[in-house]
């Protein structure tokens, strides 16, 4: 079985940093475009990044600048640096991947189980 677990979140103050990593397991063939995503109180889930297996990167418009999507595709393994990080930030991260099942062949978009960002001073 696919599964996505995330890690990094945590609490830091305005202006500070947060790296958070994606890590996909199980029986896989090929991860296509990876992402992230978040959902703060009260709203709906929205955008964040996506990167794609070739690198390329696609931003939200409130992150750009401050957010680096990479990831090590050796390593099933996508991450998400944040800078200068604002209190509009918070929110819960998930991570978000199109993955093709070794045993079914069949691409299928997973999700991890969301990591905590919380900024506040």
């Known amino acids: 079985q696919v599964q996505l677990v995330e890690s990094g979140g945590g609490l830091v103050q305005p202006g500070g940093s947060l790296r958070l990593s994606c890590a996909a397991s199980g029986s896989i063939i090929r991860i296509n475009t990876m992402g992230w995503y978040r959902q703060a109180p009260g709203k709906e889930r929205e955008l964040v990044a996506t990167?794609?297996?070739?690198?390329?990167?696609n931003y939200a418009d409130s992150v750009k600048g401050r957010f680096t999507a990479s990831r090590d595709n050796a390593k099933n393994t996508v991450y998400l640096q944040m800078n200068s990080l604002k209190p509009e930030d918070t929110a819960v991260y998930y991570c978000?991947?199109?993955?093709?099942?070794?045993?079914?062949?069949?691409?299928?978009?997973?999700w991890g189980q969301g990591t905590l960002v919380i900024v506040s001073s």
């Open positions: 990167i794609t297996s070739g690198g390329i990167t």
């Open positions: 978000n991947a199109e993955i093709q099942d070794r045993r079914t062949y069949i691409y299928l978009e997973r």
